[in-house]
């Protein structure tokens, strides 16, 4: 009895805190993702929605506006008046841009408020089945030994997978040179086939290709291994000391004007993150759900909008 009273009051005391969240937040809400329906951070952007409508009682629409690198999208939000009725969820992209671009239509430091972490998502090095390498050593010795020679796909220039490649080169001290190909499908084909011997993909893609034996990983490009891959190292582990590049996904709000209204809208996306059910969905995208939000999250984003403008840069890629 004292533990299912107990639980009651729990409940009691989380339906009456989400209540109050709720209150001080707009009634009906509108997340804008830059890029077209059916991809990943539509889906998880759709997530969010029904949570913050299950446990807060908001109206929300998901709203694709797909164009420019998730530019288009992103500006709408930039435009918007910063109540936290409109929101904008989008991937890596968004702090990767601003090296890519010489001019934007915003500035993407200053213009947005960083509001949480959604999800994260581990790339994998993967090289065809039949290249004669089989770990990261290996593949930078024979790199080494032949400059120039080797080559990595990738889904296409300026993407997340393209500049992993691209600071994997630039920490591991090796000339492989870039094929860039029109969508991460036929980069994948292509490694498959052989035609490519290397390249950095997302797990969804990778772990089935290496289930049946097509490709061989060598190493995961986040900070700590895989849970779906516990047995292969992350390239820190495996000697390329400091690399990390996941792909992720984050919310944010116009430039912050009043601070409680940010505040708030935080500790109300903070709350859905939590839920076992969400993080059960975002599994089921291959992507693990956010645990960063508020100042360290912005603090995170800046960080990347300067490592990733770096790694443009080294990598002397032109800007659009």
Not at 2 to 29: C, D, I, T, Y
Not at 179 to 200: R, S, W
Not at 223 to 229: G, H, T
Not at 294 to 299: I, L, N, T, V
Request: proline share 7%; hydrophobic share 45%; aromatic share 6%.
């Amino acid at each position: 009895m004292k533990l299912l009273r107990r639980a009651a009051l729990g409940l009691a005391f989380g339906l009456v805190a989400g209540g109050a969240v709720a209150q001080e937040l707009p009634k009906s809400m509108r997340i804008i993702v830059p890029f077209p329906p059916g991809g990943t951070t539509d889906i998880l952007a759709r997530y969010v929605a029904q949570e913050l409508n299950a446990k807060y009682g908001i109206s929300v629409i998901v709203d694709n506006r797909a164009g420019a690198s998730g530019t288009v999208g992103s500006e709408v939000v930039a435009r918007s008046p910063a109540d936290g009725a409109v929101l904008l969820l989008t991937a890596t992209h968004h702090v990767i841009n601003p090296g890519l671009f010489s001019k934007l239509p915003y500035d993407t430091k200053a213009e947005f408020s960083p509001v949480a972490l959604i999800a994260t998502a581990p790339n994998a090095l993967v090289v065809n089945k039949d290249f004669p390498v089989k770990d990261v050593a290996e593949l930078i010795a024979l790199a080494k030994k032949e400059p120039g020679k080797l080559s990595f796909g990738s889904a296409g220039t300026g993407g997340a997978n393209h500049l992993s490649g691209e600071l994997f080169k630039q920490m591991a001290g090796v000339d492989i040179v870039h094929v860039p190909y029109k969508g991460a499908a036929p980069a994948m084909n292509d490694l498959v086939a052989g035609h490519i011997p290397i390249m950095f993909d997302t797990l969804p893609t990778v772990i089935p290709n290496a289930k049946s034996g097509k490709l061989r990983v060598l190493a995961v490009t986040s900070k700590e291994r895989a849970p779906s891959l516990p047995d292969v190292p992350t390239l820190d582990e495996a000697g390329v000391k400091g690399f990390e590049a996941t792909a992720w996904f984050g919310l944010y709000m116009p430039k912050v004007t009043d601070p409680a209204v940010y505040n708030r809208l935080v500790t109300a996306v903070a709350g859905i993150l939590e839920d076992p059910a969400l993080a059960e969905k975002f599994a089921s995208q291959g992507v693990a759900a956010g645990k960063v939000s508020g100042e360290a999250f912005r603090k995170f984003v800046d960080a990347e909008i300067d490592k990733w403008g770096v790694v443009v840069k080294t990598a002397k890629i032109p800007q659009e």
